[in-house]
Every structure is written in structure tokens, then in C-alpha cells.
């Protein structure tokens, strides 16, 4: 797969425009961002551009698979353009802070369902739930607090 955004664009049959690469940089800069977030960073970066052509340019590229949309329980859709593995991500409860987190190396026992029902499993996605060290932190300085 080439890494150059026009080429992956066009390796996908999608024309090269303005609005496309900024969404592709915008997730790029910013991993596990929520679109609205993206519409920002997209503005910041092209100037005017509308809600809905983020959005849209976002539902393409994910249906595409050029960019993955995860959704935690309670979350606003996110997305980042780590693709094409079986990752899995850790989400703070309190700030909704999203990191990756790579599969079990050689086993993963996530792919290995009790009973598959018949189907051919290729990819599972986990979320883990805590609390983030600065969440974390700041309720410890808050309860020690006076």
C-alpha cells in the first residue's frame, strides 16, 4: 500500500482533493480524535471547509479502510489511520483519553472465540476501560487536598 496520501487516495479510485488530504493529515497528526476535533484541525489547515465535507470525507475513507472509526460505549465516534492489524485500545473513563494497544505477539486468544458459530474470525475489537495516570493523579491531589 503506497504511504503517499494522493497515491493512496487514488489507489482507492478517489479523486485528490484539498479536503481529503487535510482529513487524511488532520487523522494522521491526531490519533483517536473525534470528527468534530478533525473538523478543526481540518479548518486550521485549509481554511473554510464544512462540517458535513469532513464528516462525509470521513465515512468514505473509513468505508474504504484507509482510516479505521472506533466507537467506545458512551464515545463519540474517533478515528486514527493505524490499519490493517489487530490492535486494541485503552480508554480512560474519566477523560476519555484513547491509546493503542498491540494484540498478544503470536497467540491472540481475542481471535479465538468460545464458539465462533461457524464463522471465520479475522479481527475482534477490545477496549480496555481505566483510568489514565493524569486522571488518576489529579483525583489522588484533589483527595489530599485540604
Not at 7 to 33: N, W
Not at 47 to 63: H, N, P, Y
Not at 87 to 95: F, I, P, S, T
Request: hydrophobic residues 40%.
Amino acid at each position: 500500500m503506497p504511504t503517499d496520501p494522493k497515491q493512496v487516495l487514488r489507489a482507492h479510485g478517489l479523486h485528490v482533493t484539498a479536503p481529503r488530504l487535510a482529513v487524511l493529515a488532520a487523522v494522521s497528526s491526531r490519533p483517536h480524535a473525534t470528527a468534530d476535533e478533525l473538523v478543526e484541525l481540518v479548518r486550521a489547515g485549509i481554511g473554510s471547509v464544512s462540517r458535513q465535507a469532513v464528516f462525509d470525507t470521513l465515512g468514505t475513507l473509513s468505508d474504504l479502510g484507509i482510516i479505521r472509526r472506533i466507537q467506545p460505549a458512551r464515545s463519540a465516534a474517533r478515528y486514527e489511520d493505524r490499519v490493517g492489524d489487530n490492535h486494541h485500545h485503552l480508554v480512560c473513563r474519566a477523560c476519555g483519553h484513547t491509546v493503542d494497544v498491540d494484540c498478544a505477539v503470536d497467540y491472540r486468544p481475542c481471535l479465538q472465540a468460545s464458539d465462533d458459530h461457524g464463522f471465520l474470525i479475522d479481527e475482534a475489537e477490545v477496549i480496555y476501560w481505566g483510568i489514565c495516570p493524569r486522571c488518576r493523579d489529579a483525583a489522588a491531589a484533589d483527595a489530599s487536598a485540604p
